[in-house]
């Protein structure tokens, strides 16, 4: 039986004409902030103890370094590691940095803490947007309340508070899914051109943009209808981010791989899945309840896959959430950063949160206080250690 009720179609007028106003939002928006603000608090309290600044570690660390670099001085900077690897900047994707240092040009505040307005701003951003979403795809707004709710409880939520780029991607990514289901195809296009100019992962907006433009355009031509211009305009238009920057890298780096050249010293690259079975074999022989765990947790993300084909999810979140999944989990870089590199597709969530709904309310509080409590505790955890997430 499908875990959603009340599908809509995605053309449908009813759905078109329901806005998404943010006096609608407001209750999925204050549970999500609810959530956030008790993982800062777990942070402060525990940063207080270790005598460390969580300003410091939450807009001036990791990741957050190099962006911050780049809004200041432009792309140009790497460093040789003693094991011969070169990291260039050029790792980094340009949207972030370009709009720290835009905000930073014009208020008192310096590129780092440009980057965490932005972060916290935009992380509200895809609260909504992901509400938006769920609201559209299930009918009922609670799924969309609880599905913000837990995308801010998710392990690495931390980074959702940070000068990084997930929570910013995560809203560009939302509201254009937002868009292909209510068939604004050229404000899909558009939002995909920036979610590309955010992130590698940008592909994934693109995907979901050229899947649902391609089931259009046959649609029509099968039915014996004229072609529609928009989701065409759309199609053509989605790319131009992603594709943009690699040619950008490309032509700097001297040849038209250049942006993998990049990515490969990083230790990052597509070698399918050969480095994760590794590190899950590992594991197995090393420390096998460790193993176990690592092979249960990747189950559980091929399950939930499952289950959302099975709840009848919109093919543009299905696209989306499979590649966001598949390109996560095939890559060759570091293991720990995978939870984080899958965070922004939250279609995963939504069996859950449709789970969650189903309990009683005291129950289903107590489920997302749990969550959130949990969450806090990874992310202040991780952000006084020494690896990045």
């Not at 480095?275 to 309840?289: C, I």
């Amino acid at each position: 039986m499908a875990l959603l009720t009340g599908i809509r179609d995605i053309h449908a007028p009813a759905a078109a004409r329901t806005s998404p106003t943010l006096r609608a939002a407001a209750p999925a928006l204050l549970l999500y902030a609810a959530v956030r603000l008790t993982g800062l608090l777990i942070l402060a309290c525990w940063a207080a103890v270790e005598d460390k600044s969580p300003h410091t570690l939450l807009s001036d660390r990791w990741d957050s370094v190099w962006y911050a670099r780049v809004a200041e001085n432009g792309y140009g900077y790497e460093i040789r590691l003693p094991d011969g690897d070169l990291h260039s900047d050029l790792a980094f994707f340009p949207l972030l940095p370009a709009l720290e240092r835009a905000l930073a040009a014009v208020t008192p505040l310096s590129v780092n803490d440009a980057g965490l307005l932005i972060g916290w701003a935009a992380s509200l951003a895809a609260a909504w947007g992901i509400w938006a979403v769920a609201r559209l795809v299930s009918g009922r707004g609670a799924v969309g309340v609880v599905l913000a709710g837990l995308w801010g409880a998710y392990p690495t939520a931390f980074v959702q508070s940070m000068a990084y780029t997930e929570a910013l991607f995560t809203a560009l990514a939302a509201w254009a899914l937002y868009a292909l289901l209510t068939g604004r195809w050229v404000t899909a296009g558009a939002l995909a051109v920036a979610a590309g100019l955010t992130r590698p992962s940008g592909a994934a907006v693109v995907a979901a943009v050229w899947v649902s433009a391609a089931v259009a355009l046959l649609g029509a031509r099968r039915g014996g209808r004229p072609l529609p211009v928009r989701p065409l305009l759309g199609a053509l238009l989605a790319p131009l981010g992603w594709f943009g920057y690699v040619l950008y890298v490309g032509v700097r780096e001297g040849g038209p791989f250049g942006y993998f050249d990049v990515q490969a010293g990083w230790g990052n690259g597509f070698d399918g899945g050969l480095a994760l079975a590794g590190f899950v074999l590992d594991n197995l022989t090393s420390n096998v309840v460790g193993g176990l765990g690592l092979i249960a947790a990747l189950a559980l993300v091929g399950w939930l896959v499952v289950l959302g084909v099975r709840q009848g999810q919109p093919l543009p979140l299905l696209v989306f959430t499979v590649v966001m999944v598949a390109t996560s989990l095939v890559g060759s870089g570091y293991f720990g950063s995978r939870p984080r590199l899958m965070m922004p597709a939250f279609g995963l969530l939504l069996p859950a949160a449709v789970a969650v709904l189903r309990l009683r309310r005291a129950r289903a509080a107590l489920v997302l206080a749990g969550a959130a409590l949990a969450s806090g505790a990874y992310g202040a955890f991780t952000l006084l250690g020494s690896g990045p997430p």
